[in-house]
């Protein structure tokens, strides 16, 4: 986040989970920031803790989870000790989310400019009219052809690509300076992706946005990061800049994630795959959450649970011998 003003900043944030066997962690001790005008990408695989944490800034989390932090604060704004209405206030005009499939947002029986006008008036005092004229000129923005007539149609009636792009539209209706986006693209055929993708950062620097974009796919967070979380198991393991992480992953974990992805021109090799599974919450490994996959463990990753370390310069990583397995992919 160099040179950059803070947005949201995150200080040790615990969520839990109530369950009929106790309380079980999901997310352990994370803390990051978001720069103004920034895109962070949270990444790893599911049941990570990934998305579990954003909707705790969100103030989303379901009923049987307890969120813990020291502090989450957006623009200066503490969120934890905001009442619940207060948040409400926040969500959809300060900050807004998109999901990964749209028809959980979208009410299947309202017309999209139902949607988006009433989306407008709730944060705005202008008139009917106003507000459709906004719908439009949104539906514009996110590149939809005849926005007018899109208007009258009911989500169903629209593509999967259409749908997130209404989506879209809804959630930078009120100017957010945030955007949380879930897997957006995951549901959509790669050219349909690729547009969305492109279309997401272009609104981002008119809207002067951040975005906090989660995602499994490390080919979307090389298209679109500016920085890159990856979490495993609940924690952060490694944190970087976009060009860093890629030219050098240094935990086992990225490393990794990064040889199971299809690189262009190499579609014919046979790709990795990280060996075993993620723990289960309830039993956790000792030590290192990521020992029993991890290729180079020793006897000291089953014993001490590595620190999150601040290392060359702007990076972090949670791994024991980090610097003695070098990391360095590309020379
Ligand atoms: Fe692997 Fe040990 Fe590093 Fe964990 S601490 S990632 S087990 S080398």
């Not at 997310?27 to 962070?40: A, P, Q, T, W």
């Not at 989870?65 to 959809?92: F, H, N, Y």
Request: a neutral charge; aromatic letters at 6%.
């Amino acid at each position: 986040m160099e040179n950059r003003e803070s947005l949201l900043k995150i200080e040790n944030l615990n969520v839990y989970f109530k369950t009929e066997n106790g309380r079980i962690q999901a997310v352990k001790d994370v803390s990051f920031e978001i720069g103004k005008g920034e895109l962070v990408a949270l990444v790893g695989e599911s049941g990570c803790g990934k998305s579990i944490t954003s909707l705790s800034v969100m103030g989303l989390t379901p009923k049987n989870c307890q969120v813990e932090a020291k502090s989450i604060s957006l623009g200066g704004r503490e969120l934890t000790a905001m009442k619940p209405d207060e948040l409400r206030k926040l969500r959809g005009k300060e900050m807004a989310m998109i999901f990964q499939e749209p028809l959980t947002s979208l009410n299947p029986l309202f017309t999209i400019g139902y949607q988006l006008t009433e989306t407008i008036r709730i944060h705005n005092q202008i008139s009917k009219k106003e507000a459709r004229d906004r719908a439009v000129e949104l539906l514009k923005k996110v590149e939809i052809p005849r926005p007018e007539s899109i208007l009258k149609e009911y989500p169903n009636a629209l593509s999967g690509g259409m749908r997130q792009r209404v989506m879209i539209a809804i959630a930078m209706a009120n100017n957010p300076t945030l955007l949380i986006a879930d897997e957006p693209t995951t549901a959509l055929d790669v050219t349909i992706q690729a547009q969305i993708l492109r279309l997401m950062r272009q609104l981002m620097k008119e809207y002067s946005a951040s975005i906090l974009f989660i995602t499994h796919d490390l080919g979307v967070v090389a298209e679109i990061a500016d920085r890159v979380i990856v979490m495993y198991a609940g924690q952060i393991v490694e944190q970087a800049d976009v060009f860093s992480l890629f030219h050098r992953p240094l935990h086992p974990y990225t490393q990794g994630l990064m040889n199971s992805t299809i690189k262009i021109n190499q579609s014919d090799e046979v790709l990795d795959t990280i060996n075993g599974v993620v723990p289960n919450l309830s039993s956790m490994p000792e030590g290192c959450r990521f020992h029993p996959r991890c290729p180079y463990a020793r006897e000291d990753c089953r014993k001490t649970m590595p620190e999150l370390s601040a290392v060359l310069g702007n990076r972090y990583v949670r791994c024991l011998h980090w610097e003695e397995l070098g990391g360095d992919q590309n020379g």
